[in-house]
């Protein structure tokens, strides 16, 4: 294999970290890379337990001195969310990830998501694994499926595999930061049965590409533009013609990922209500580009018209549709201003699908206060009832209470200063995180969630810092031995 990786310790980890995204894994796609990873552990002699789920578990006994110490979980999630650019080829179903590494050290791809979320937890488990040179406590590695779709492999894993209290989750994004605590959250989808007729007229669509997007969770606060509301803002402009109609609307692809591409197509009976419908549209996209190019500089808005004979929504769930959009409850919700304005409850309107006979609108509320995402779900519970909507709840998944006199976090506070000579950064995270489940069905669990540094997770713009992943590793390493002492 001709690995693009060069000049970054230890070599073993990046060789990994190749090795593992040459395997299409797609969340709901499991099965290669679960395939994979049980057959590294057979190779290698050791432990290997593969549930139905295709969650898979590794064990390793302690080594150099670390035997007989209590066991270590160390944990991540296989899967990665699968975003790409406009217009690019890739097949996220067979083919693997084409990377390569940036003038300034950064490791990114080709106009695709690069799964270092959570790839670089699964290298590291899998480096740790094969070097029997470090000294280490027992070793229980966890890999999850299908984090990125709502936590539903460690949803399901059978806890009573595993053995230690100290865990290390090995999912978080910023190097030099430990998080120790997470919001909980749920995959909530409403839907509301169409009614459409065959008419013969105008379209005009509407479509914007080009948005920073990012995590719904971590990045929620950062004031990136929600292509599903931003184009229903604009269906709404036009609509105050009785005439119009709903063709379709398509937004996002996932709930946890903030839109950032979305496209409308409107019906209109006539040449001259669809051409001012259009100059209308024309007008307000500019004033889309004027208003949030500081924050979007990629944003690009189109506008066509065209005859056609299509099937539309009929004007009641035309208005319906896009009153729900609009109305609809979308990003911080709660923050605490004892913390910095640190964010306790939002959601995301991250998916819209209004085709053929169904409208289907997919968020994700989060929240670290039970009570908090009980309000939330209340507003959109009155959004759907207001207009006619379904709703379903799915993946809900806890949150994480910061565990107070931490072992494992004063043990990584202190092998950091020891190895940096600067002082490792504590605080909580607005996502979830699986320590959520694993705390819930561990009792007496002491998890600490740490990573390297990437930017753009869940975007085609995702890349990680290679020098923040050898000192990751570094701290990986120091901690187990401390804890094998």
């Not at 959570?118 to 000294?135: H, N, S």
């Not at 229903?232 to 609307?249: I, N």
């Not at 007008?283 to 990629?298: D, K, M, S």
């Not at 490792?424 to 819930?440: D, N, Q, S």
């Amino acid at each position: 294999m001709d690995y693009k990786i060069n000049g970054f310790e230890p070599a073993a980890l990046f060789r990994n970290f190749e090795d593992f995204s040459a395997v299409p894994r797609g969340s709901f796609h499991n099965e290669k890379i679960s395939d994979f990873l049980v057959k590294f552990a057979k190779d290698r002699g050791l432990e290997v337990y593969q549930d139905e789920a295709l969650n898979v578990i590794i064990k390793k006994p302690g080594q150099n001195g670390g035997e007989g110490k209590p066991p270590v979980i160390l944990q991540g999630h296989m899967d990665m969310v699968c975003e790409k650019v406009h217009g690019c080829g890739h097949d996220f179903e067979t083919q693997g990830i084409d990377m390569y590494v940036t003038d300034d050290g950064w490791l990114t791809a080709n106009g695709t998501t690069l799964g270092g979320d959570d790839g670089i937890a699964d290298a590291t488990m899998m480096t740790l694994l094969d070097d029997d040179t470090l000294t280490y406590p027992p070793l229980e590695c966890v890999f999850t499926t299908d984090e990125e779709v709502g936590l539903l492999g460690a949803n399901v894993l059978d806890y009573s595999k595993l053995d230690g209290r100290l865990m290390l989750n090995l999912d978080s994004e910023d190097e030099g930061v430990a998080t120790v605590s997470c919001a909980g959250g749920m995959d909530y989808t409403m839907t509301r049965a169409l009614t459409c007729e065959t008419q013969s007229g105008e379209t005009v669509s509407i479509d914007v590409k080009g948005l920073l997007g990012g995590h719904s969770g971590t990045d929620i606060d950062l004031g990136h533009t929600n292509a599903d509301k931003l184009i229903a803002r604009a269906v709404l402009s036009v609509l105050e013609d009785e005439a119009a109609r709903l063709v379709s609307f398509t937004g996002g692809t996932k709930g946890n990922a903030i839109p950032r591409e979305a496209e409308a197509v409107l019906w209109f009976p006539t040449a001259d209500k669809a051409a001012a419908a259009e100059d209308k549209l024309r007008t307000l996209g500019n004033a889309f580009i004027h208003e949030i190019r500081p924050l979007e500089p990629g944003i690009d808005v189109t506008v066509s018209r065209a005859a056609a004979e299509v099937s539309v929504l009929s004007r009641e769930d035309t208005e319906a549709v896009i009153s729900a959009i609009v109305l609809s409850p979308n990003g911080v919700q709660t923050r605490d201003p004892l913390m910095d304005n640190f964010v306790i409850s939002s959601l995301n309107l991250g998916i819209v699908r209004v085709e053929d006979d169904t409208a289907v609108l997919g968020f994700a509320p989060r929240s670290s206060v039970d009570s908090l995402m009980d309000a939330i779900t209340a507003e959109l519970a009155l959004t759907a009832k207001t207009f006619g909507f379904e709703t379903d709840v799915s993946g809900a998944y806890p949150g994480w209470e910061k565990v107070e006199n931490s072992v494992l976090c004063d043990t990584m506070k202190e092998s950091y200063r020891t190895l940096f000579g600067k002082e490792l950064k504590v605080e909580g995270i607005h996502a979830g995180l699986e320590c959520g489940l694993f705390y819930a069905n561990l009792p007496g669990l002491d998890p600490v969630s740490i990573g390297p540094t990437m930017r753009g997770v869940h975007t085609p713009d995702e890349k990680m810092d290679l020098t923040s992943c050898e000192q990751f590793y570094k701290l990986v390493v120091d901690v187990l031995e401390r804890l094998a002492k």
